[in-house]
C-alpha cells in the first residue's frame, strides 16, 4: 500500500466517522474509543473476504425494504424466545393486537385466588371465582400465546395470620393447598384453558408487617435468620409439587417470584437458601425472580441474576432454570416523573431482552403490557386513555428488539455486572443469527455519542438499525467498505443492533 492510499483511507474512515456523530447529537467527546469486541476466527477474516450477499435471497435487497427484512437461520435451531409481557386480567380486548405484534413466547395471565375459590373449607371449589382468568387464558391461547399463571391468597380459615390474604396457609391447612393445586392444575390442563406454568405465590419474601395483605404481594418472610421464612416456604412447595404433577403431568411449578430486596439481599438470599434447606430443591422446575430497571452502570437484572445463580450453583443447581417474571423501567416517583423518563424506559427496553437471551433466561417478562393512569410506577408499555391506545417509545423498543433478536442465539462471554467507571463506555452484546452475527450496542450514561469501532472480517456487508423506540426504526446499510475490517458506530443510551453478514 502507497503512503497516499494509506492517507486517503484514514481521511475515509474519519469522514465517515464524523458523519454518524452530526446524525445522531453533533458531538464528539475526547479519547472516546472503545476496545472492539474479540477478534473473529482466522477462517473469518481474511484480508481477501468479499462483501456477503443477504442469504434470504441471494442479493443484498433494496435499502428501503431492510426494516422488513429477517434473515434466516442456517444449521442451527433457534433457542426458544425469553420474550413475555404481563397481561393483566384486565385488560382490553383492544390491547391484543399490540401484544401479538410483539410476537411474545408467553404471559402472566393473572392470579389463581385461593380464598376466592375455596371460602369454605371442604365446602368444593368456586370456580366461578375466577372466571376472568379463564377468559384471559383463553384469550391468549386464540392469539398463540403460553399463558402462565399465579396462585395466592389464603383463606381465611387458612390464614397463618388471620386477616392476611398474603399470608403462608397454616401447617395444618398445607394439605388442603395442595389439594387445590392439584384441581387447580388438572382444571387447566387441557384444550383452550390449558396452563403448563405455576408460580406459587408473588413475591413472598415480603414481611407481614411491610403489607397490607390485598395488594398482590406475599408475606411469608420474616425477621428471624438465618432462612427469614423460606425454609416453610420450602415445605409448602414439597407439598404442592407432585399435587400440581398429579393434576397435570406437564405442568412446571416455578418458585420464589422474589421481589429480591436490593441492594441488601441478605433476608432473599436467605429465604432461598430456606427453600432449598428444607429439601425443596426438586420441588420447583425454575426459580422466578423480578428485577426493576437500573443499578449504577448495568441493570438490576444483571446483578439479581448474578446473586441467585452462584447460590444456586453453590448449592448444586448447575442446571436449574431461572426466569424473571416481572422486569420493567419504572418511575420511582410516580406523581412527577422526570421530563426524560419515557426516553430512559425506551432505551431500557432496546436492551434489556438481549441481556435475558445473554443470560440463558427461561423467560423475561414486563410487567405489565397496558394501564390507565399511574398504573404501577408508570412501568407499563401502553397507556389506556378515554381515546384509546397510545403505546409509548418503549413499546416499540422492545418489540423492534425482539424482531431483530428472532432467532438470535448468544455467543459472547456471560454479561456480568459492569463496573461503576463503566457508565460511560460502550457495551457490547455478540449474538449468531445462522451464519451472521448481530451486535446489541449501548452506553448507559452518556451526554454525548462515544465513538465505537466495531472489528468485523474486511469488507463485509452489515445492516445497523438503530432509533428502535420509534413506529419504524432507521435500517441502513453500514457495511465495512474501507476493508479494513473496522465499522465506525456512533453509540449512546438508546442501544443500536448491527448484523454482520458473514462470508
Request: aromatic letters at 12%; charged letters at 20%; a negative charge.
Amino acid at each position: 500500500m502507497t503512503l497516499c492510499s494509506a492517507f486517503m483511507i484514514r481521511i475515509r474512515r474519519f469522514f465517515i466517522a464524523i458523519v454518524l456523530l452530526c446524525a445522531l447529537a453533533a458531538a464528539l467527546p475526547a479519547a472516546a474509543q472503545q476496545e472492539p469486541p474479540p477478534d473473529f476466527p482466522d477462517d473469518r477474516a481474511t484480508d481477501d473476504a468479499s462483501p456477503a450477499a443477504l442469504p434470504a435471497s441471494g442479493t443484498v435487497p433494496d435499502i428501503q425494504s431492510l426494516h422488513a427484512v429477517y434473515l434466516p437461520l442456517v444449521g442451527v435451531s433457534a433457542p426458544p424466545s425469553p420474550f413475555g409481557f404481563d397481561v393483566r386480567t384486565y385488560a382490553p380486548d383492544s390491547v391484543m393486537p399490540l401484544v401479538i405484534e410483539a410476537s411474545p413466547r408467553w404471559s402472566r395471565a393473572g392470579d389463581v385466588l385461593w380464598a376466592l375459590a375455596e371460602p369454605v373449607r371442604g365446602g368444593g371449589y368456586r370456580w366461578e371465582a375466577i372466571a376472568d382468568v379463564e377468559r384471559n387464558v383463553r384469550r391468549l391461547r386464540a392469539a398463540g400465546i403460553e399463558p402462565t399463571l399465579v396462585v395466592q391468597w389464603s383463606p381465611s380459615w387458612a390464614q397463618s395470620i388471620p386477616g392476611k390474604l398474603c399470608s403462608a396457609p397454616r401447617p395444618d391447612t398445607i394439605a388442603d393447598f395442595a389439594a387445590f393445586m392439584r384441581a387447580a392444575a388438572q382444571r387447566f390442563s387441557s384444550g383452550d384453558l390449558r396452563v403448563d406454568y405455576w408460580e406459587i405465590w408473588n413475591e413472598p419474601d415480603f414481611r407481614p408487617d411491610e403489607v397490607e395483605g390485598h395488594e398482590g404481594f406475599g408475606c411469608w418472610a420474616t425477621y428471624d435468620p438465618p432462612y427469614y421464612g423460606g425454609d416453610y416456604y420450602g415445605q409448602v412447595l414439597r407439598a404442592v409439587y407432585p399435587a400440581v404433577k398429579a393434576g397435570n403431568p406437564n405442568a412446571q411449578v416455578w418458585g420464589g417470584a422474589l421481589m429480591h430486596r436490593w441492594p441488601d439481599d441478605t433476608h432473599t438470599l436467605g429465604f432461598v437458601r430456606g427453600m432449598l434447606a428444607a429439601g425443596a430443591a426438586n420441588s420447583f422446575d425454575a426459580l422466578s425472580f423480578h428485577a426493576y430497571g437500573e443499578w449504577g452502570a448495568g441493570d438490576r437484572l444483571l446483578f439479581k441474576y448474578w446473586r441467585l445463580r452462584r447460590l444456586l450453583d453453590d448449592h448444586g443447581l448447575r442446571t436449574k432454570p431461572m426466569v424473571a417474571t416481572e422486569i420493567a423501567a419504572t418511575c420511582t416517583a410516580p406523581s412527577v416523573c422526570p421530563p426524560n423518563f419515557l426516553r430512559r424506559q425506551a432505551n431500557y427496553a432496546a436492551r434489556i431482552y438481549a441481556q435475558a437471551i445473554a443470560l440463558n433466561l427461561l423467560g423475561a417478562f414486563w410487567y405489565p403490557i397496558s394501564f390507565r393512569g399511574e398504573g404501577f410506577l408508570h412501568s407499563h408499555l401502553v397507556d389506556e386513555t378515554d381515546d384509546g391506545l397510545t403505546p409509548r417509545p418503549a413499546f416499540y423498543a422492545f418489540r423492534n428488539s425482539a424482531r431483530l433478536l428472532a432467532g438470535a442465539r448468544y455467543a459472547g462471554p456471560p454479561p456480568v455486572e459492569p463496573a461503576p467507571e463503566q457508565i460511560g463506555q460502550v457495551q457490547a452484546l455478540t449474538f449468531e443469527k445462522g451464519r451472521n452475527r448481530l451486535y446489541v450496542l449501548w452506553v448507559p450514561r452518556t451526554d454525548f455519542p462515544v465513538l465505537y469501532n466495531l472489528r468485523v472480517p474486511p469488507g463485509v456487508t452489515a445492516i445497523c438499525t438503530d432509533q428502535l423506540n420509534l413506529p419504524t426504526p432507521a435500517t441502513y446499510y453500514c457495511s465495512d467498505e474501507n476493508r479494513d475490517g473496522l465499522i465506525p458506530r456512533a453509540v449512546n443510551e438508546l442501544p443500536q443492533y448491527v448484523e454482520v453478514v458473514m462470508p
